[in-house]
């Protein structure tokens, strides 16, 4: 099984939505571990995807009662959709991917094995990306409070932490808090790192009344 670092690093490599640039700045040390290990080849793209799968969808979550995995939840959730919002349409289902629409609104939830090269993944779609931000959790917060763009087009959850970064609007992303508490009883919820940012940089206010 890969490493968090190198697995986060070989899915920048893989992900043909980052620029060259941004796979330039990738960590030297990682990039030769997956060289030596031969998964930089082409030839061996499937065995790479595949390596991946255990930090995306094998990511275990465990909250009170219940135990689960990333991958299980997403299933769960596009299941949901499909079956019980009437208002909400499936564009697209795969195992890390779901992509729905309410109304003319189209969002997109995406698993991650990591966040190395992660603004490349911001577009016009609202995106939320799950996974674990264990040792990124400052350097995130921070890309979150100096990039207003960013932060209105992406969200990153770690939904084992049960937290979110970023101010993107999305129907598709409220019901999955809605299913998330009714389904789990658990409250997905700002980091509060972020959230104290936003007040000190007076983005807003919580005022008394």
Do not use: N
């Amino acid at each position: 099984m890969l490493e968090r670092r190198q697995a986060a690093v070989l899915e920048a490599l893989l992900d043909e939505r980052l620029s060259p640039l941004a796979r330039e700045g990738l960590p030297a040390e990682a990039l030769a571990q997956l060289a030596a290990d031969g998964l930089l080849d082409e030839v061996h793209r499937g065995r790479a995807i595949e390596l991946l799968e255990p930090w995306r969808r094998g990511r275990e979550i465990e909250w009170a009662t219940h135990r689960l995995t990333q991958g299980d939840l997403l299933d769960a959730f596009a299941e949901h959709c499909e079956s019980d919002l009437d208002e909400v349409e499936v564009l697209e289902r795969r195992g890390d991917v779901l992509v729905a629409r309410w109304r003319r609104e189209t969002s997109r939830i995406e698993l991650r094995a990591g966040f190395v090269g992660f603004e490349g993944v911001a577009s016009a779609t609202p995106t939320m990306l799950l996974g674990d931000v264990e040792g990124d959790s400052d350097r995130l917060v921070a890309a979150f409070l100096d990039d207003e763009a960013l932060r209105s087009r992406l969200a990153i959850c770690d939904v084992q932490r049960l937290e979110r970064l970023g101010t993107v609007r999305s129907s598709v992303f409220v019901y999955l808090e809605w299913f998330l508490r009714d389904a789990y009883g658990v409250k997905l919820l700002p980091a509060s790192a972020f959230t104290q940012g936003l007040i000190d940089r007076g983005v807003i206010s919580l005022g008394m009344g």
